[in-house]
């Protein structure tokens, strides 16, 4: 089993940019795909991107298109998510998660509910 961390959160100016990152422990993340979701206040988890276990495909929400990058390093066994030109509305708690994969699956999951593992979540303010 996988226990996943992530960190990297805080308070920005919109604008802004943060590198959030989910450390993986306890098995090899190279065994997950991983993905990354989002919860605002008063408002259901979404999904934000997602990254295959080789990094081979990546999928994105249409509002972080263009803004928001995942990438991993299976060597520090850590996936990563670049977030650029921050807005108030990528306020949230940012989750990050992972599914087991077995040959020769190498499709981008986009849904909370096809997870399998997730981490506690890093708090993200974007402020005006």
């Known amino acids: 089993q996988v226990q996943l961390i992530e960190s990297g959160g805080g308070l920005v100016q919109a604008g802004g940019s943060l590198r959030l990152s989910c450390a993986a422990s306890?098995?090899?993340?190279?065994?997950?795909?991983v993905g990354w979701f989002r919860q605002a206040p008063g408002k259901e988890r979404e999904f934000v991107a997602a990254?295959?276990?080789?990094?081979?495909?990546?999928y994105y929400e249409d509002s972080v298109k263009g803004r928001f990058t995942i990438s991993r390093d299976n060597a520090k066994n850590t996936v990563y998510l670049q977030m650029n030109s921050l807005k108030p509305e990528d306020t949230a708690v940012y989750y990050c998660?992972?599914?087991?994969?077995?040959?020769?699956?190498?499709?981008?999951?986009?849904?909370?509910?096809?997870?399998?593992?997730w981490g506690q979540g890093t708090q993200v303010i974007v402020s005006s």
């Open positions: 998660a992972a599914k087991g994969w077995t040959a020769p699956d190498s499709v981008v999951r986009t849904t909370s509910a096809e997870y399998d593992y």
């Open positions: 306890g098995r090899p993340v190279s065994m997950y795909h």
């Open positions: 990254i295959t276990w080789s990094g081979g495909s990546t």
